[in-house]
């Protein structure tokens, strides 16, 4: 079965902060991305991975293949970066599975 | 390049009705997909159409259906509305993988 896990589910920091948000899955996939959705529900493509790592400005993307393991850093977060973030994965085909989300809040 | 556009932004309607909600891809994107969104199942994938042609398709019951045109432009439809049917539809569209979402319908059913 494809299934996806995140972590945390909720994560709490002050402005500034480096964040890291995690995700694993139990079989191998072909992609993965990471998502953010900001309130209201408007969704944002940050990156498609399927190897390595990606850096965009304050976000960095890494995937480890053999650990089946995924991770976004953030780093000097800012309150504009609180969202909930999702890791979909594609299992070969165009399909999404998705995530639990991480609901990120970052205060002042 | 405009990015995907869905219509309407929000709808309202009541059990038994049904709907039809629109996407337009990014040009050039020949892949549209669906998803929905609730709060207790939280993003799950609809279907996916390529070349008006229904690629994948998630578990969903028949009521939901969906169709794609020669200019890519898709269209979902539910019929015989229910509560459960309230969420956030969105659709993406996809070049090489890269999925660009649109910014949803939300979707009440009184």
């Not at chain 1, 902060?17 to 991305?33: D, K, Q």
């Not at chain 1, 995937?63 to 609180?82: C, G, M, V, W």
Request: some cysteine; charged content about 15%; aromatic content about 10%.
């Amino acid at each position: 079965k494809n299934e996806v896990e995140q972590s945390p589910q909720n994560l709490t920091a002050q402005e500034g902060e480096f964040i890291t948000i995690n995700c694993s899955y139990s079989v191998g996939i072909s992609a993965l991305h990471w998502l953010q959705q900001h309130p209201g529900g408007g969704i944002v493509s940050l990156f498609m991975l399927s190897s390595g790592k990606k850096k965009h400005g304050r976000l960095i993307a890494t995937i480890n293949i053999q650990e089946k393991h995924s991770s976004l850093h953030i780093t000097a977060s800012h309150p504009r970066d609180s969202a909930v973030y999702i890791c979909p994965m594609n299992f070969g085909n165009e399909k999404l599975t998705f995530g639990t989300g991480t609901r990120l809040t970052i205060i002042p | 390049k405009a990015g995907v556009t869905q219509t309407p932004r929000y709808l309202i309607k009541t059990r038994g009705q049904q709907v039809t909600l629109s996407c337009s891809p990014i040009s050039g994107h020949r892949s549209v997909s669906w998803y929905q969104q609730t709060p207790g199942q939280g993003l799950q994938f609809l279907f996916e159409y390529f070349s008006e042609t229904q690629r994948n398709k998630g578990n969903f019951p028949g009521r939901f259906s969906g169709r794609q045109f020669s200019n890519s432009r898709s269209e979902m439809n539910v019929s015989t509305l229910e509560l459960g049917d309230s969420a956030l539809y969105l659709c993406a569209s996809s070049l090489e993988n890269t999925q660009y979402f649109g910014p949803g319908t939300r979707l009440t059913v009184l």
